[in-house]
Protein backbone atom coordinates (compact mmCIF):
# COMPACT_ATOMS: atom_id res chain seq x y z
CA UNK A 1 0.00 0.00 0.00
CA UNK A 2 2.70 2.31 1.14
CA UNK A 3 4.83 2.25 -2.32
CA UNK A 4 2.24 3.65 -3.90
CA UNK A 5 2.26 6.93 -2.32
CA UNK A 6 5.06 8.67 -4.16
CA UNK A 7 3.80 7.16 -7.54
CA UNK A 8 0.34 9.04 -7.21
CA UNK A 9 1.19 12.05 -9.23
CA UNK A 10 2.30 10.01 -11.75
CA UNK A 11 -0.60 7.86 -12.15
CA UNK A 12 -2.60 11.08 -12.35
CA UNK A 13 -0.32 12.24 -15.17
CA UNK A 14 -0.47 9.34 -17.02
CA UNK A 15 -4.34 7.85 -16.68
CA UNK A 16 -5.43 11.63 -17.15
CA UNK A 17 -6.73 11.43 -14.54
CA UNK A 18 -8.67 13.98 -12.10
CA UNK A 19 -7.47 14.49 -8.47
CA UNK A 20 -10.52 12.80 -6.88
CA UNK A 21 -10.14 9.97 -8.47
CA UNK A 22 -6.74 9.08 -7.76
CA UNK A 23 -7.52 9.96 -3.57
CA UNK A 24 -9.82 7.11 -4.07
CA UNK A 25 -6.99 4.44 -4.84
CA UNK A 26 -5.67 5.34 -1.70
CA UNK A 27 -9.18 5.91 0.12
CA UNK A 28 -11.08 3.00 -1.34
CA UNK A 29 -8.03 0.61 -0.07
CA UNK A 30 -7.96 1.64 3.08
CA UNK A 31 -12.12 1.03 3.59
CA UNK A 32 -11.99 -2.18 2.27
CA UNK A 33 -9.37 -3.05 4.23
CA UNK A 34 -11.51 -2.57 7.20
CA UNK A 35 -14.46 -4.56 5.52
CA UNK A 36 -11.92 -7.66 4.64
CA UNK A 37 -11.05 -8.67 7.97
CA UNK A 38 -14.89 -8.80 9.11
CA UNK A 39 -14.90 -11.57 6.68
CA UNK A 40 -12.26 -13.40 7.21
CA UNK A 41 -12.77 -13.24 10.95
CA UNK A 42 -16.03 -14.60 10.56
CA UNK A 43 -14.63 -17.74 8.30
CA UNK A 44 -11.50 -18.02 10.77
CA UNK A 45 -14.05 -18.73 13.39
CA UNK A 46 -16.76 -20.16 11.86
CA UNK A 47 -14.92 -22.63 10.19
CA UNK A 48 -11.76 -23.14 12.58
CA UNK A 49 -9.14 -22.09 10.05
CA UNK A 50 -6.29 -19.55 9.83
CA UNK A 51 -3.43 -21.15 7.71
CA UNK A 52 -5.93 -21.67 4.60
CA UNK A 53 -7.45 -18.10 4.98
CA UNK A 54 -3.75 -16.62 4.82
CA UNK A 55 -2.72 -18.55 1.77
CA UNK A 56 -6.17 -17.89 0.01
CA UNK A 57 -6.01 -14.17 0.97
CA UNK A 58 -2.25 -14.26 -0.83
CA UNK A 59 -3.77 -15.64 -3.89
CA UNK A 60 -6.33 -12.92 -4.63
CA UNK A 61 -3.70 -10.04 -3.39
CA UNK A 62 -1.45 -11.50 -6.28
CA UNK A 63 -4.30 -11.92 -8.63
CA UNK A 64 -5.40 -7.84 -8.21
CA UNK A 65 -2.33 -6.36 -8.05
CA UNK A 66 -1.24 -8.23 -11.70
CA UNK A 67 -4.81 -6.67 -12.96
CA UNK A 68 -3.71 -3.21 -11.38
CA UNK A 69 -0.18 -3.04 -13.51
CA UNK A 70 -2.31 -3.86 -16.54
CA UNK A 71 -5.23 -0.72 -15.51
CA UNK A 72 -6.27 0.61 -18.49
CA UNK A 73 -7.72 3.62 -16.57
CA UNK A 74 -7.74 5.12 -13.14
CA UNK A 75 -11.55 3.46 -12.83
CA UNK A 76 -10.34 -0.30 -13.67
CA UNK A 77 -7.65 0.63 -11.08
CA UNK A 78 -9.67 1.43 -8.02
CA UNK A 79 -11.91 -1.49 -8.53
CA UNK A 80 -9.07 -3.72 -8.31
CA UNK A 81 -7.50 -1.82 -5.50
CA UNK A 82 -10.18 -2.67 -3.57
CA UNK A 83 -9.59 -6.25 -4.24
CA UNK A 84 -6.34 -6.19 -3.54
CA UNK A 85 -7.02 -4.65 -0.02
CA UNK A 86 -9.41 -7.60 1.29
CA UNK A 87 -6.35 -9.70 0.20
CA UNK A 88 -4.24 -8.17 2.53
CA UNK A 89 -6.41 -7.15 5.33
CA UNK A 90 -6.33 -10.83 6.46
CA UNK A 91 -3.39 -10.05 8.83
CA UNK A 92 -5.64 -7.13 10.62
CA UNK A 93 -7.95 -9.72 12.52
CA UNK A 94 -6.67 -13.42 11.93
CA UNK A 95 -3.15 -12.67 13.08
CA UNK A 96 -4.50 -10.50 16.68
CA UNK A 97 -6.56 -13.86 17.10
CA UNK A 98 -3.39 -15.92 16.66
CA UNK A 99 -1.75 -13.51 19.14
CA UNK A 100 -4.81 -13.76 21.10
CA UNK A 101 -4.71 -17.44 20.99
CA UNK A 102 -0.94 -17.98 21.58
CA UNK A 103 0.35 -15.62 24.51
CA UNK A 104 -0.56 -15.41 27.95
CA UNK A 105 -2.40 -12.16 28.76
CA UNK A 106 1.46 -10.69 30.43
CA UNK A 107 3.24 -11.43 27.12
CA UNK A 108 0.70 -10.36 24.84
CA UNK A 109 1.78 -6.92 24.29
CA UNK A 110 5.18 -7.71 23.10
CA UNK A 111 3.33 -10.32 21.11
CA UNK A 112 1.39 -7.41 19.87
CA UNK A 113 4.27 -5.20 18.91
CA UNK A 114 6.11 -8.16 16.61
CA UNK A 115 2.54 -8.23 15.09
CA UNK A 116 2.92 -4.15 14.62
CA UNK A 117 6.80 -4.48 13.89
CA UNK A 118 5.41 -6.51 10.60
CA UNK A 119 2.88 -3.97 9.37
CA UNK A 120 4.62 -1.04 10.05
CA UNK A 121 7.44 -2.05 7.75
CA UNK A 122 5.75 -1.42 5.15
CA UNK A 123 6.27 2.59 5.82
CA UNK A 124 9.91 2.14 6.70
CA UNK A 125 11.03 0.60 3.34
CA UNK A 126 7.83 0.43 0.95
CA UNK A 127 8.35 4.31 0.04
CA UNK A 128 11.40 3.96 -0.50
CA UNK A 129 11.67 0.91 -2.47
CA UNK A 130 8.47 2.46 -4.88
CA UNK A 131 9.42 5.79 -4.94
CA UNK A 132 12.98 3.99 -6.61
CA UNK A 133 10.86 2.07 -8.60
CA UNK A 134 8.37 4.54 -10.11
CA UNK A 135 11.42 7.18 -11.03
CA UNK A 136 13.25 4.19 -12.76
CA UNK A 137 10.48 2.30 -14.28
CA UNK A 138 7.19 3.73 -13.64
CA UNK A 139 4.32 3.43 -11.79
CA UNK A 140 3.27 0.11 -13.21
CA UNK A 141 6.23 -1.76 -12.54
CA UNK A 142 5.76 -1.21 -8.48
CA UNK A 143 2.98 -3.51 -8.92
CA UNK A 144 4.63 -6.17 -10.43
CA UNK A 145 7.36 -5.73 -7.89
CA UNK A 146 4.49 -6.20 -5.34
CA UNK A 147 3.14 -9.18 -7.40
CA UNK A 148 6.17 -11.01 -7.30
CA UNK A 149 6.75 -10.65 -3.58
CA UNK A 150 3.22 -11.81 -3.09
CA UNK A 151 3.94 -15.14 -4.60
CA UNK A 152 7.21 -15.56 -2.71
CA UNK A 153 5.06 -15.04 0.93
CA UNK A 154 2.82 -17.63 -0.58
CA UNK A 155 5.45 -20.06 -1.46
CA UNK A 156 6.86 -19.59 2.02
CA UNK A 157 3.82 -20.01 4.41
CA UNK A 158 2.87 -22.40 2.45
CA UNK A 159 6.56 -24.43 3.77
CA UNK A 160 6.63 -23.12 6.80
CA UNK A 161 3.47 -21.72 7.92
CA UNK A 162 1.52 -24.39 10.83
CA UNK A 163 -1.96 -23.68 11.98
CA UNK A 164 -2.18 -21.80 14.22
CA UNK A 165 -6.07 -21.85 15.08
CA UNK A 166 -6.97 -23.25 18.71
CA UNK A 167 -9.96 -25.55 18.99
CA UNK A 168 -11.20 -25.20 22.66
CA UNK A 169 -12.48 -28.79 22.82
CA UNK A 170 -9.77 -30.55 20.94
CA UNK A 171 -7.22 -28.49 23.05
CA UNK A 172 -8.77 -29.73 26.08
CA UNK A 173 -9.28 -33.74 25.17
CA UNK A 174 -7.49 -35.88 27.35
CA UNK A 175 -7.61 -33.89 30.34
CA UNK A 176 -8.78 -35.53 32.91
CA UNK A 177 -12.34 -34.47 34.32
CA UNK A 178 -14.41 -35.78 37.14
CA UNK A 179 -17.76 -36.74 36.69
CA UNK A 180 -20.46 -35.79 38.90
CA UNK A 181 -21.46 -38.40 41.62
CA UNK A 182 -25.19 -38.84 42.42
CA UNK A 183 -26.68 -37.17 45.31
CA UNK A 184 -27.95 -39.69 47.00
CA UNK A 185 -28.05 -43.47 46.15
CA UNK A 186 -30.24 -44.92 43.79
CA UNK A 187 -32.37 -47.58 44.45
CA UNK A 188 -32.37 -50.78 42.24
CA UNK A 189 -34.82 -52.69 40.90
CA UNK A 190 -35.90 -55.98 43.09
CA UNK A 191 -34.54 -58.70 41.48
CA UNK A 192 -36.78 -61.59 39.64
CA UNK A 193 -37.38 -65.06 40.96
CA UNK A 194 -34.87 -66.32 38.88
CA UNK A 195 -32.28 -64.20 40.23
CA UNK A 196 -33.16 -64.92 43.68
CA UNK A 197 -32.52 -68.59 42.88
CA UNK A 198 -29.22 -67.72 41.19
CA UNK A 199 -28.32 -66.17 44.87
CA UNK A 200 -29.25 -62.69 44.68
CA UNK A 201 -30.42 -60.82 48.08
CA UNK A 202 -33.67 -59.34 46.49
CA UNK A 203 -32.63 -56.51 48.22
CA UNK A 204 -31.70 -53.37 46.24
CA UNK A 205 -28.29 -52.13 47.32
CA UNK A 206 -27.67 -49.15 49.65
CA UNK A 207 -24.29 -49.08 47.75
CA UNK A 208 -23.93 -46.58 44.25
CA UNK A 209 -22.83 -48.68 41.22
CA UNK A 210 -19.33 -47.96 40.95
CA UNK A 211 -18.85 -49.88 38.03
CA UNK A 212 -17.78 -46.66 36.05
CA UNK A 213 -14.42 -44.64 37.31
CA UNK A 214 -15.86 -41.09 38.14
CA UNK A 215 -12.72 -39.84 36.82
CA UNK A 216 -12.36 -41.69 33.79
CA UNK A 217 -10.96 -39.64 30.29
CA UNK A 218 -13.80 -38.77 27.55
CA UNK A 219 -13.83 -36.63 24.64
CA UNK A 220 -15.44 -33.84 24.77
CA UNK A 221 -17.88 -33.08 22.29
CA UNK A 222 -17.55 -30.01 19.88
CA UNK A 223 -19.39 -26.75 21.09
CA UNK A 224 -22.94 -26.66 18.74
CA UNK A 225 -22.45 -24.21 15.43
CA UNK A 226 -24.66 -22.14 13.66
CA UNK A 227 -24.45 -20.25 10.57
CA UNK A 228 -21.71 -17.97 9.45
CA UNK A 229 -22.68 -14.81 9.87
CA UNK A 230 -20.09 -11.56 9.49
CA UNK A 231 -22.62 -8.90 10.94
CA UNK A 232 -21.42 -10.63 14.44
CA UNK A 233 -18.94 -9.17 14.41
CA UNK A 234 -19.66 -5.55 13.11
CA UNK A 235 -22.74 -5.83 16.23
CA UNK A 236 -19.69 -5.98 18.56
CA UNK A 237 -19.63 -2.20 18.36
CA UNK A 238 -23.03 -1.97 20.47
CA UNK A 239 -20.85 -2.37 23.78
CA UNK A 240 -19.94 1.44 24.44
CA UNK A 241 -15.91 0.31 25.52
CA UNK A 242 -15.69 -1.23 22.24
CA UNK A 243 -16.73 1.61 20.17
CA UNK A 244 -15.31 4.58 22.21
CA UNK A 245 -11.53 2.44 22.21
CA UNK A 246 -12.58 2.14 18.52
CA UNK A 247 -13.12 5.59 17.52
CA UNK A 248 -9.96 6.97 19.24
CA UNK A 249 -7.66 4.35 17.11
CA UNK A 250 -9.36 5.46 14.24
CA UNK A 251 -8.77 9.70 14.40
CA UNK A 252 -4.95 8.35 15.53
CA UNK A 253 -4.55 6.22 12.78
CA UNK A 254 -6.98 8.20 9.92
CA UNK A 255 -4.51 11.24 11.39
CA UNK A 256 -0.82 9.24 10.00
CA UNK A 257 -2.38 8.32 7.04
CA UNK A 258 -4.35 11.41 6.23
CA UNK A 259 -0.58 12.77 6.19
CA UNK A 260 1.00 10.40 4.15
CA UNK A 261 -1.97 10.86 1.36
CA UNK A 262 -1.32 14.76 1.15
CA UNK A 263 3.18 14.61 1.57
CA UNK A 264 3.64 13.32 -2.94
CA UNK A 265 1.70 16.70 -3.34
CA UNK A 266 3.48 19.11 -0.54
CA UNK A 267 6.41 18.06 -1.00
CA UNK A 268 5.91 18.18 -5.07
CA UNK A 269 4.60 21.78 -5.04
CA UNK A 270 6.75 22.75 -1.66
CA UNK A 271 10.48 21.83 -2.15
CA UNK A 272 10.07 20.09 -5.76
CA UNK A 273 10.62 16.09 -4.69
CA UNK A 274 10.81 13.70 -7.08
CA UNK A 275 9.28 10.55 -6.17
CA UNK A 276 12.12 8.65 -5.54
CA UNK A 277 12.95 11.56 -2.48
CA UNK A 278 9.44 11.35 -1.50
CA UNK A 279 9.45 7.86 -0.60
CA UNK A 280 13.16 8.32 0.84
CA UNK A 281 11.09 11.19 2.76
CA UNK A 282 8.71 8.38 4.44
CA UNK A 283 11.78 7.26 6.46
CA UNK A 284 11.07 9.09 9.52
CA UNK A 285 7.98 7.45 10.06
CA UNK A 286 9.12 4.53 9.45
CA UNK A 287 11.52 4.63 11.72
CA UNK A 288 8.75 6.32 14.07
CA UNK A 289 6.24 3.49 13.88
CA UNK A 290 8.72 0.47 13.88
CA UNK A 291 10.22 2.30 17.35
CA UNK A 292 6.68 3.17 18.66
CA UNK A 293 5.75 -0.50 18.01
CA UNK A 294 8.72 -2.14 20.17
CA UNK A 295 8.30 0.41 22.83
CA UNK A 296 4.60 -0.43 23.18
CA UNK A 297 4.53 -3.71 23.51
CA UNK A 298 7.44 -3.83 26.22
CA UNK A 299 6.02 -0.97 28.39
CA UNK A 300 2.81 -2.53 28.00
CA UNK A 301 3.64 -6.10 29.29
CA UNK A 302 5.86 -4.17 32.14
CA UNK A 303 3.13 -1.81 33.35
CA UNK A 304 0.63 -4.51 32.97
CA UNK A 305 2.52 -6.54 35.75
CA UNK A 306 3.01 -3.91 37.66
CA UNK A 307 -0.19 -3.00 38.29
CA UNK A 308 -1.25 -6.81 39.09
CA UNK A 309 1.49 -7.10 41.59
CA UNK A 310 0.09 -4.03 43.51
CA UNK A 311 -3.10 -5.77 43.57
CA UNK A 312 -1.14 -8.61 45.18
CA UNK A 313 -1.57 -10.94 41.60
CA UNK A 314 -4.84 -9.56 40.05
CA UNK A 315 -5.40 -6.81 37.51
CA UNK A 316 -8.32 -5.81 35.86
CA UNK A 317 -8.55 -5.54 32.06
CA UNK A 318 -8.24 -2.00 31.97
CA UNK A 319 -4.92 -2.17 33.17
CA UNK A 320 -3.66 -2.42 29.48
CA UNK A 321 -4.82 1.38 28.86
CA UNK A 322 -1.35 1.73 30.44
CA UNK A 323 0.76 4.83 31.27
CA UNK A 324 2.75 4.65 27.75
CA UNK A 325 -0.70 5.78 25.40
CA UNK A 326 -1.47 8.56 27.44
CA UNK A 327 2.07 11.38 26.62
CA UNK A 328 1.74 9.38 23.22
CA UNK A 329 -1.87 10.31 22.56
CA UNK A 330 -1.94 13.58 24.56
CA UNK A 331 1.57 14.68 23.41
CA UNK A 332 2.95 13.22 20.49
CA UNK A 333 -0.07 12.88 17.97
CA UNK A 334 -1.31 16.25 18.34
CA UNK A 335 2.45 18.28 18.67
CA UNK A 336 3.66 16.21 15.92
CA UNK A 337 0.71 16.79 14.00
CA UNK A 338 0.78 20.68 14.19
CA UNK A 339 4.84 20.72 13.65
CA UNK A 340 3.92 18.84 10.40
CA UNK A 341 1.22 21.41 9.05
CA UNK A 342 2.46 24.35 10.23
CA UNK A 343 6.18 23.84 8.88
CA UNK A 344 5.64 22.42 5.65
CA UNK A 345 6.14 25.22 3.49
CA UNK A 346 8.86 26.05 1.08
CA UNK A 347 10.13 29.02 3.36
CA UNK A 348 11.31 26.23 6.12
CA UNK A 349 13.06 22.85 6.13
CA UNK A 350 11.33 19.78 4.94
CA UNK A 351 13.61 18.36 8.24
CA UNK A 352 10.17 19.97 9.95
CA UNK A 353 7.74 18.22 8.77
CA UNK A 354 9.86 14.70 8.60
CA UNK A 355 10.14 15.01 12.07
CA UNK A 356 6.98 15.92 12.60
CA UNK A 357 5.64 12.92 11.31
CA UNK A 358 7.80 10.69 12.56
CA UNK A 359 6.53 11.76 16.02
CA UNK A 360 3.35 10.95 15.15
CA UNK A 361 3.72 7.73 14.53
CA UNK A 362 5.82 6.71 17.37
CA UNK A 363 2.83 8.47 19.23
CA UNK A 364 -0.12 6.69 17.62
CA UNK A 365 2.15 3.31 17.77
CA UNK A 366 1.45 3.65 21.63
CA UNK A 367 -2.34 4.30 21.33
CA UNK A 368 -2.63 2.18 18.64
CA UNK A 369 -1.15 -1.18 20.57
CA UNK A 370 -2.31 -0.41 23.76
CA UNK A 371 -6.21 -0.25 22.59
CA UNK A 372 -5.63 -3.22 20.23
CA UNK A 373 -4.72 -5.49 23.12
CA UNK A 374 -7.71 -4.38 25.42
CA UNK A 375 -10.07 -5.14 22.97
CA UNK A 376 -8.27 -8.54 22.63
CA UNK A 377 -8.72 -9.11 26.69
CA UNK A 378 -11.94 -7.34 27.46
CA UNK A 379 -13.39 -10.10 24.64
CA UNK A 380 -11.78 -13.53 25.38
CA UNK A 381 -12.67 -15.98 22.76
CA UNK A 382 -13.26 -13.84 19.74
CA UNK A 383 -9.97 -11.78 19.04
CA UNK A 384 -9.97 -11.74 15.69
CA UNK A 385 -13.94 -10.41 15.72
CA UNK A 386 -13.34 -7.51 17.62
CA UNK A 387 -10.18 -6.58 16.09
CA UNK A 388 -12.30 -6.94 12.74
CA UNK A 389 -15.07 -4.71 13.85
CA UNK A 390 -12.21 -2.12 15.64
CA UNK A 391 -10.39 -2.27 12.27
CA UNK A 392 -13.73 -1.44 10.39
CA UNK A 393 -14.56 1.62 12.80
CA UNK A 394 -10.25 2.90 12.34
CA UNK A 395 -10.17 2.31 8.22
CA UNK A 396 -13.34 4.21 7.44
CA UNK A 397 -11.93 7.13 9.72
CA UNK A 398 -8.94 7.06 7.66
CA UNK A 399 -11.22 6.92 4.40
CA UNK A 400 -13.16 9.73 5.32
CA UNK A 401 -10.70 11.72 6.20
CA UNK A 402 -8.08 11.13 3.86
CA UNK A 403 -10.68 12.10 1.53
CA UNK A 404 -11.56 15.67 2.78
CA UNK A 405 -8.00 16.19 3.42
CA UNK A 406 -7.04 17.20 -0.23
CA UNK A 407 -9.75 20.02 -0.26
CA UNK A 408 -9.07 21.01 3.03
CA UNK A 409 -5.77 22.18 2.01
CA UNK A 410 -6.28 23.38 -0.76
CA UNK A 411 -8.94 25.93 1.19
CA UNK A 412 -7.24 26.41 4.10
CA UNK A 413 -3.84 25.30 4.50
CA UNK A 414 -2.16 22.66 5.83
CA UNK A 415 -1.48 24.10 8.99
CA UNK A 416 -5.56 24.06 9.72
CA UNK A 417 -5.92 20.66 8.67
CA UNK A 418 -3.66 19.98 11.35
CA UNK A 419 -5.19 21.87 13.85
CA UNK A 420 -8.57 19.65 12.56
CA UNK A 421 -6.74 16.47 13.59
CA UNK A 422 -5.39 17.51 16.61
CA UNK A 423 -8.72 18.30 18.15
CA UNK A 424 -10.02 15.23 17.06
CA UNK A 425 -6.99 13.17 18.72
CA UNK A 426 -7.73 15.24 22.03
CA UNK A 427 -11.43 14.57 21.89
CA UNK A 428 -9.79 10.60 21.54
CA UNK A 429 -7.75 10.34 24.09
CA UNK A 430 -11.06 11.82 26.31
CA UNK A 431 -12.63 8.56 25.06
CA UNK A 432 -9.93 6.28 25.97
CA UNK A 433 -9.95 8.15 29.94
CA UNK A 434 -13.74 7.34 30.31
CA UNK A 435 -12.69 3.74 29.07
CA UNK A 436 -10.06 3.54 31.63
CA UNK A 437 -12.15 4.77 34.66
CA UNK A 438 -15.37 3.43 33.65
CA UNK A 439 -14.50 0.63 31.28
CA UNK A 440 -14.95 -2.11 34.11
CA UNK A 441 -18.98 -0.76 34.79
CA UNK A 442 -19.03 -0.36 30.77
CA UNK A 443 -18.26 -4.06 30.46
CA UNK A 444 -20.27 -5.12 33.22
CA UNK A 445 -23.31 -3.93 31.71
CA UNK A 446 -21.79 -5.69 28.68
CA UNK A 447 -22.05 -9.16 30.15
CA UNK A 448 -17.91 -9.21 30.18
CA UNK A 449 -17.17 -7.79 33.76
CA UNK A 450 -16.06 -8.59 36.93
CA UNK A 451 -13.40 -11.20 35.26
CA UNK A 452 -10.11 -10.33 36.74
CA UNK A 453 -7.45 -11.18 34.51
Not at 159 to 173: A, G, K, M, Q, S
Not at 251 to 256: D, K, N, R
Not at 420 to 445: C, D, E, T, W
Request: hydrophobic share 45%; with cysteine.
Amino acid sequence: MFSKLPGLPNIQEDLEATPISVALTTSLFILFGGIGPIIWASMSDFYHIRRFLYLSSLLLFVGATIGCGLSPNVWVLVVLRCIQSVGTSVTMSVGAGTVADCWEITERGSAFSVLFVGQFLGPLVGPIIGGGIVSAMGWRATFWFCAGYGVFLFCFLLLFLPETYRIDHVWDNGLPIKKPRPLSPVPLPVATRDEEEGGSSGVASDEPDNSEDSDDEYIQEPPPQGRMNPIQSIALLRHTFVWLIALQTGFCFGTMFTIETIIPDLYDEYYHFESWQTGLSFLGAGIGNVLGAIVSGRLSDLFLRRARDRRGGLSVKEDRLTLNAWPGGFICVPMGVLIFGWCTSPNITVWAPIIGFSIVCFGMSQVYASGSAYLVDSIPGKGASVTACSNLVRLLMACILSLIAKPIVSSIGSGYLSVILASLNYIGMGFYALVKFKGASFRKASGYGDNPI
